[in-house]
């Protein structure tokens, strides 16, 4: 093999690419800038405030249970509560300035206690969504589940509301009708009994407390309520180490802006034959597989050139470390710099024109950047589309990234990774070499 030759192509690659100052540092920049900017979205360093859910109310009922539901969601941390009218709340969600409004009925406490015990007739809680905001109307519709509950059972044991309803129940049940006529109605009336002078109590000693003062008695608080909390722990490296978005944000855009390079070498192959240098080329002692590994490994240099400033910039200013497996690190930057110099030879190989190559290489590759969770993590993506994710290696070499970082994971960690990486590099390359015409 021509060393001479193959050491040659690659400082005159070398060359060209360090030639053209502004393009090397917008192909390091701009991957730094956009990996800041999603990982401050998607948490940055440690616990931030996080943004909270806009939703309006709709109070129709102004009820003592409705305001109490109100004051809760308001009181909660992921939520930002405005109380509006039915036609203003619904013109904010549809012009995206809420994420849901909460419409309560006329009626709606009333209703709620009696359907508590005879489970009739219940109230329907309109929810307006901004169907473009899916994930936080779930979050909202499970807080507003809770708060309910919790104020509804209030009113129900302790209140005016609930001791009528109660002795609706209990009346209904005296009279015996068909509708419930049960073997359980005697444990219920007993129930009912029960829970009848259980709110007198509450109720006097509420009025007991608060008299001989200005202020209203106190709120009971034996509504129901979710009977446990929860603390949430963040898993990650280690127990004292925080979680760093910035870690996840940087593997994504590095895999990314590194796959340019890829695209730029494979371009670059095309133009030679355009502008009438593979002419030149060819008449060098030169044998086609010394040509393609030179440009491979060219590639491949350029890929860890810009894949050592990105994450030194990642280390010293965004305080991304490397956690896990440094040699697993090293093992996964390495197969994906030789997957990325493989590709670049592929598209050569495929393409007809370089401007034609250019867009189909741009198009493929957002896409594979995308499904494989360089943006946003693939657990947000569906079911489906997350198996799909395995089949590219974008999501092999964004995976095996973070497993060495804020995972902190050990080497053997980074054995599929790398693994699936050379098997998309070999197969790339094998499929170049196929294709690959030395003659015009």
């Known amino acids: 093999m021509n060393r001479t ?13 360090f030639t053209d100052r ?35 109310v709709v109070d129709e009922d102004q009820s003592a249970v409705t305001r109490a539901i109100a004051a809760d969601l308001a009181a909660d941390k992921l939520l930002q509560v405005t109380g509006l009218a039915r036609a203003q709340a619904q013109e904010q969600v549809r012009s995206g300035k809420q994420n849901a409004a909460a419409v309560f009925p006329r009626g709606f406490a009333e209703q709620t206690t009696r359907a508590l015990f005879s489970g009739r007739d219940k109230p ?16 909202i519709e499970g807080l507003l589940a809770q708060y309910s509950m919790q104020e509804i059972s209030r009113e129900a044991f302790t209140g005016e509301t609930g001791i ?5 129940e209990l009346s209904r ?37 608060g008299a001989g003062t200005d202020a209203a008695p106190a709120q009971s608080g034996f509504g129901l309520s979710i009977p446990y909390t929860v603390a949430s722990t963040e898993v990650t490296a280690r127990d004292d180490v925080p979680y760093n978005g910035y870690a996840h944000s940087f593997a994504g855009m590095s895999v990314q802006f590194i796959l340019f390079a890829g ?19 060819r008449s060098a002692p030169l044998r086609r597989s010394e040509f393609m590994v030179a440009r491979a490994l060219a590639t491949a240099l350029i890929s860890a050139f810009q894949f050592v400033v990105i994450y030194l910039a ?28 493989a590709f670049g030879l592929l598209l050569a190989t495929l393409g007809r024109s370089a401007a034609t190559t250019r867009g189909i290489a741009i198009m493929a590759m957002l896409l594979m950047v995308m499904v494989g969770g360089a943006w946003v993590p693939a657990f947000v993506f569906p079911r489906w589309l997350q198996a799909a994710s395995l089949y590219t290696p974008t999501r092999w070499a964004v995976d095996g990234l973070d497993a060495m970082t804020w995972r902190g994971l050990p080497l053997h960690a980074a054995w599929a990774p790398v693994a699936v990486l050379l098997l998309s590099a070999a197969l790339c390359l094998v499929i170049a070499i196929a294709r690959f015409r030395w003659e015009e």
Do not use: H, M
């Not at 090397?24 to 859910?53: D, K, N, S």
């Not at 329907?124 to 979050?139: C, K, M, N």
């Not at 009528?164 to 609706?168: L, M, N, R, T, Y």
């Open 314 to 341: 990642a280390v010293l200013i965004f305080g991304v470390r490397i956690q896990g497996s440094v040699s697993g690190f090293v093992a996964v930057a390495v197969a994906f710099c030789l997957l990325n110099a």
């Open 173 to 209: 049940l005296e009279r015996g009708d068909a509708q419930t006529a049960a073997a359980g109605n005697a444990d219920l009336k007993a129930f009912l009994q029960s829970a009848r002078r259980l709110a007198e109590r509450q109720r006097a000693d509420g009025a007991g407390a």
């Open 164 to 168: 009528k309803s109660i002795d609706e």
């Open 5 to 17: 030759a193959i050491v040659a192509l690659i400082r005159n690659d070398l060359r060209l690419y």
């Open 263 to 281: 695209i730029d070498a494979g371009i670059l192959l095309l133009l030679t034959r355009q502008r009438g240098i593979w002419l030149r080329l």
């Open 22 to 56: 502004r393009a090397v540092i917008v192909g390091v920049l701009v991957p730094i800038l956009i990996a800041a900017f999603f990982g401050y979205v998607f948490g940055g360093v440690g616990q931030q405030e996080t943004a909270r859910i806009p939703i309006a």
């Open 124 to 139: 329907r809680v309109e929810l307006l969504v901004d169907p473009s905001q899916a994930t936080g109307a779930r979050v």
